[in-house]
């Protein structure tokens, strides 16, 4: 069975920056597409990052920037990279693996708290 664990949450304030971190442990492929989405109070959850098996990278034009997605030194450890944020980046951070058979994963979520 596969888990996710999101990491690296926390309380930071306008303008400073975050690093958040997805470890995939059980049997995921090694040929996955990983996303990750946040969900703002009220909101529904969007996407922020994406980054291929191949390693292309796509994001939001809001994000651009401000956001970058990439992997560590294993395909199953994932980090988003925050720059700038603003009070409207808070939320629940959730990262999202899809395998190469399109089985999706969701880790349980970190908390972003950007205050002003």
């Known amino acids: 069975q596969v888990q996710l664990v999101e990491s690296g949450g926390g309380l930071v304030q306008a303008g400073e920056s975050l690093r958040l971190s997805c470890v995939a442990s059980g049997s995921i492929s090694r040929e996955n597409a990983v996303r990750w989405f946040r969900q703002a109070p009220g909101k529904q959850r969007e996407v922020v990052a994406a980054?291929?098996?191949?390693?292309?990278?796509r994001y939001p034009d809001s994000m651009k920037g401000r956001f970058t997605i990439s992997r560590g030194n294993t395909k199953n450890l994932v980090f988003l990279q925050m720059y700038s944020l603003q009070p409207e980046d808070t939320g629940v951070y959730y990262c999202n693996f899809t395998d190469i058979m399109l089985h999706n994963y969701w880790g349980q979520g970190t908390q972003v708290t950007v205050s002003s």
């Open positions: 980054l291929t098996s191949d390693g292309r990278t």
